[in-house]
């Protein structure tokens, strides 16, 4: 997954699996039943290291809405 950020502050919640994300520069580890926040304009990038299934809720469609959605990867 590439490393990326945008306008939408995002929350997820890991359903099965485990893996590793990076945000904003700080590294953390998760698994089935953890949840996580990723502040909006954080650079981040998530790794599974089995398969995983996640929810992600954001900000993104009221973002879309108003016209402040942005989203760049690298």
Do not use: C
């Not at 929350?11 to 039943?33: C, H, L, N, P």
């Amino acid at each position: 997954y590439r490393r990326n950020r945008s306008s939408a502050n995002r929350v997820i919640a890991v359903m099965e699996g485990e893996g590793r994300s990076v945000v904003d520069g700080k590294t953390f580890d998760w698994r089935k039943g953890d949840t996580f926040v990723v502040p909006s304009s954080y650079w981040v990038q998530h790794r599974a290291s089995t398969v995983a299934t996640v929810l992600v809720m954001s900000g993104e469609p009221l973002m879309r809405f108003a016209n402040h959605y942005f989203w760049e990867a690298e």
